[in-house]
Every structure is written in C-alpha cells, then in structure tokens.
C-alpha cells in the first residue's frame, strides 16, 4: 500500500482521531449485537495507539438512521462490548460534535479511549459537509482511518477530515488493502474464486475484474440462478434481477475468452417457500419444478467444488451457496466454510454475509484472511478507487 500509516507519524501524547468501522450485525428482535469481528478487527490499532499513549477518541457510524437520533442506534452499547474486550474502560458520548464532546476530550488522559455517538445522527456525515467534518477534524491533532468497511463512502468522517490533519491509514485498513490488493496482483495459481449471494449487480465490477486473474470460478447462491438462466435452464420460481441475464451472458463469454472454468451447480436445494416453514428438496439442476425456488446447492455440488477447491493454492470467497440465515438452506455454505477452514492454500473470504456465516461457525481464524469490508471489499477489487484510501497522506 502506498499510503503513510500510523507507524509512519508520532503520535504520543497526541489526541487522535480513529475512523473504526463499528457497524456490527446485530440481532432485529432483541438489538444484541451477532457479530462483535469489526470490534476485533481494530484492536492493533487501537493497542499499538494505547503503548504509546496517545489520547483515542473512536468515530463510527451505526446503521442508516438518515440524519436522526435514534435510540436503539446509539453506539453505547458497542461501546460496552470494547470495554469487555479490551478489559479496559471506554468511555462514550452522547453526540460527536459540541461543547460537552470537547470537554469529554479535553478531559481525556493519555491512553484513554472515548467513543463518539453514531456520527450519521447528523445528516452532514453523509453529505461530507465541510463544516462538520472541521468540527470532527478539531476534536484531534492526527487522523487514523481504520475503517475500511466504509472506505466506499465519500463522507464527512471518511473523506473529509483528511483535509484538516494529517491522515493516515491505521493497521486494518493497511492489511485489508495489502491483502486484497494481493488477490488481484500476484495470487498463487490456481486461483479459485468461490461466489454466491443474492444480488450480481453489486458484483458486476469485481465479476469483470477478476476474470482475467482467477482460473476457475464456482458460482452458487442466488448468482447461480441467473448463471444457470444465462444457460437456458428453468430456475422454477426463483427470482432475479431485472436485466441482470444479459449481463450474465456477457460474463460467461469474458470467461470463456480469458479460459477460466466457470463452475456451476448441478444440484440444488428447492423449496416452495423461503420463511423457513419448509426443508425443501435436493433436485439436478435440469429438472427444478417451475413452482419451486432456489435456496441452496445440493451435495452433488458441494463434491464438484470440493475437488476444484482441493486442486487451488488461492482461494477467494464472496457470498453465501444459499438463504444461509436459514439452517435447513445453510447446509452448502456451511459445508464449503468447513472444507476452506482445512485447505493448505490461502483462503480469503469477502465481507457481509459470508464472514458473519464463517465467524458464526467459529472459523474465522482458520482462513487466512476475513474482510471486514462488505461493499468496500467488492469496490475494492472492482479496481475502484476507495474515497476513504484516496484521502489518506502518500508514502514519501
Ligand atoms: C457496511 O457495513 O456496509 C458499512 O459499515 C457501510 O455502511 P453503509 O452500507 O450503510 O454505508
Ligand atoms: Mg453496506
């Protein structure tokens, strides 16, 4: 990476400003929070600022509250959860900007941390306005972006701080971008990407991108509906992006120009509902009955993907093989997250649904990398560039 990090400037004594990326899962019944990893996933950062007793003031957003206080968007109890973890208090604040947020920072001692509540309570972090982002900016003498998730944001506390202090990138972000960065520069072959997941326009991009560098590709989940459509085959009563099988048609001829394998199912799980009221039926893929849709890869499948997984020195992973949230159609991703926990090759896992699945099953540390990125992640390795990376000071 070609970006200054916070091992490249001073920061003892120095109140710095930490962009995490505190958007966690969390349970929409009881508000409990799923998946506590992106909390994790900062704790280099956040110990290495603590040695050299920098005063650590955290900003995050939580959820789309659209500008508004929301009270079960409030960033305290995440707050609690850093505590636990870092057996360390945490102190937080009732808003991100005025007079008692300066006196909490004023107030702060070297090694301390404070977290600031949700910043999108105020419509200007999205708007990336000016203003706000000067007031954030004088909360702090350095900037240290860690959030990679939401590095695809040009927003106040992402792409706006970094013209008030001096920005660089914290430990995640640096191994995020050094890691996925990676995937699309020098990957071990055999490159396998492994892909599902309902939606294939967020993916167009990283589709596209990654075709001429991967050498199979294994497509399950709701992609695997509009590749096997792409192929003329009757996808039953599964539902699809409108226009999306054009688009599917034109990837399959890229991959075909660039010799990568593209592997389908040819099993599935079919179920005539999706609420979880039904376990469903594994069927081939050339005889799905027209009332029935798809909520999973079927074993055959998961055999097929095993042997190409075997044969591969890089793996890349992105999207759940079926309705994951719904154990009876969770049996193929959960099979594929197992056999990738054991493989030898490098195995690297985009963010969103696929990692909450993989830490679910508790095998996170057995992958050689899980993104905390969702959307950044898929930007990212659609070659685009990050507004959050952008901002961040060059390497000299
Ligand atoms: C995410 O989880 O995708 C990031 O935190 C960004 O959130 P957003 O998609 O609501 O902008
Ligand atoms: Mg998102």
Not at 97 to 102: D, Q, S
Not at 235 to 255: F, Q
């Amino acid at each position: 990476m070609n970006k200054m990090t916070v091992r490249d400037i001073d920061v003892t004594g120095k109140r710095v400003l930490v962009r995490v990326d505190f958007n966690l899962p969390i349970d929409i019944k009881t508000g409990a929070i799923t998946d506590d990893s992106r909390i994790r996933a900062v704790l280099p950062t956040l110990k290495y600022l603590i040695e050299r007793k920098a005063k650590i003031i955290l900003l995050s957003h939580f959820d789309r509250p659209k500008g508004k206080v929301i009270e079960g968007m409030r960033l305290a109890p995440v707050g609690k959860r850093l505590t636990e973890i870092l057996h360390k208090p945490v102190a937080t604040a009732n808003d991100c900007i005025g007079p008692e947020v300066e006196k909490a920072v004023a107030a702060l001692q070297a090694g301390d941390i404070l977290l600031l509540e949700n910043l999108r309570f105020h419509p200007e972090e999205e708007n990336d306005d000016e203003g706000f982002a000067r007031a954030l900016a004088s909360l702090g003498d350095v900037y240290v972006n860690d959030a990679f998730g939401s590095a695809h944001r040009a927003h106040a506390s992402i792409s706006g701080i970094p013209h008030y202090l001096p920005a660089v990138a914290g430990l995640l972000m640096e191994k995020e971008i050094n890691t996925l960065g990676g995937l699309l520069e020098n990957p071990a072959h055999p490159f396998t990407a492994l892909f599902g997941g309902a939606k294939v326009s967020d993916k167009v991009a990283m589709l596209k991108n990654i075709m001429n560098k991967v050498d199979s590709l294994l497509v399950g989940g709701g992609m695997a509906a509009i590749f096997l459509k792409a192929k003329s085959y009757n996808i039953g009563a599964s539902e699809i992006e409108p226009d999306i099988i054009t688009i599917a048609i034109e990837l399959i001829k890229r991959a075909d120009k660039n010799h990568v394998n593209i592997l389908l199912p040819v099993d599935v799980l079919v179920s005539e509902k999706v609420d979880g009221s039904t376990v469903g039926q594994v069927v081939a893929v050339n005889a799905i009955p027209s009332d029935q849709i798809i909520v999973d890869i079927g074993p055959k499948t998961v055999d097929v993907f095993q042997k190409e997984l075997k044969k591969s020195k890089t793996v890349f992973w992105n999207g759940t093989m079926g309705i994951a949230e719904i154990p009876q159609f969770a049996k193929g991703t959960q099979a594929l997250a197992k056999l990738l926990s054991r493989l030898k090759a490098k195995t690297i896992v985009g963010g969103g649904s696929t990692a909450e699945t993989i830490a679910a099953l508790g095998l996170a540390d057995k992958m050689t990398f899980v993104s905390t990125g969702g959307g950044a992640s898929l930007e990212f390795l659609g070659g685009e560039e990050l507004p959050g990376v952008v901002a961040l000071h060059d390497k000299i």
